[in-house]
């Protein structure tokens, strides 16, 4: 594989209610994401650009899919992570590791959403 883009392509991000995930994660981001049904599956996509840095996802609700807090943990970018984990608390998620430095690469912060999973946000800014 080439080194000239990423490898993750896509990630998805079980539930096990997709109303209220989705709802959570509107208002935390601040982003609409869009609804898809495929197979057994039910969708929320982020916003994607295919031909913009960074890999696309969604949540998914199906059978397969089961929330969890260890495991693979993927990174959400913000702007603010402080800000950010307001909102996450303000819609009922639960910050489980408060805003860090990561020296010349920005900042990073931990949260639980509302489904158990454990997000990670990420900042080269605030």
């Given at each position: 594989?080439?080194?000239?883009?990423?490898?993750?392509?896509?990630?998805?991000?079980?539930?096990?209610?997709?109303?209220?995930?989705?709802?959570?994660?509107?208002?935390?981001?601040?982003?609409?994401?869009?609804?898809?049904?495929?197979?057994?599956?039910?969708?929320?996509?982020f916003?994607?650009?295919?031909l913009?840095?960074?890999?696309?996802?969604?949540?998914?609700?199906?059978d397969?899919?089961?929330?969890?807090?260890?495991?693979?943990?993927?990174?959400?970018?913000?702007?603010?992570?402080?800000?950010?984990?307001?909102?996450?608390?303000?819609?009922?998620?639960?910050?489980?590791?408060?805003?860090?430095?990561?020296?010349?690469?920005?900042?990073?912060?931990?949260?639980?959403?509302?489904?158990?999973?454990?997000?990670?946000?990420?900042?080269?800014?605030?």
């Amino acid at each position: 594989m080439s080194n000239s883009v990423n490898p993750v392509g896509w990630f998805e991000i079980p539930v096990m209610d997709i109303d209220r995930a989705q709802g959570f994660y509107e208002y935390v981001f601040d982003m609409p994401l869009e609804r898809h049904t495929l197979g057994d599956n039910e969708m929320a996509w982020f916003p994607m650009n295919e031909l913009a840095v960074g890999a696309a996802g969604a949540l998914v609700m199906g059978d397969c899919y089961i929330p969890a807090p260890n495991g693979i943990v993927i990174y959400i970018s913000t702007p603010d992570i402080t800000e950010t984990l307001e909102r996450v608390e303000e819609k009922g998620g639960h910050v489980t590791e408060p805003k860090k430095s990561i020296g010349e690469h920005g900042f990073v912060a931990f949260f639980t959403d509302l489904e158990g999973n454990q997000i990670g946000v990420h900042s080269r800014g605030l």
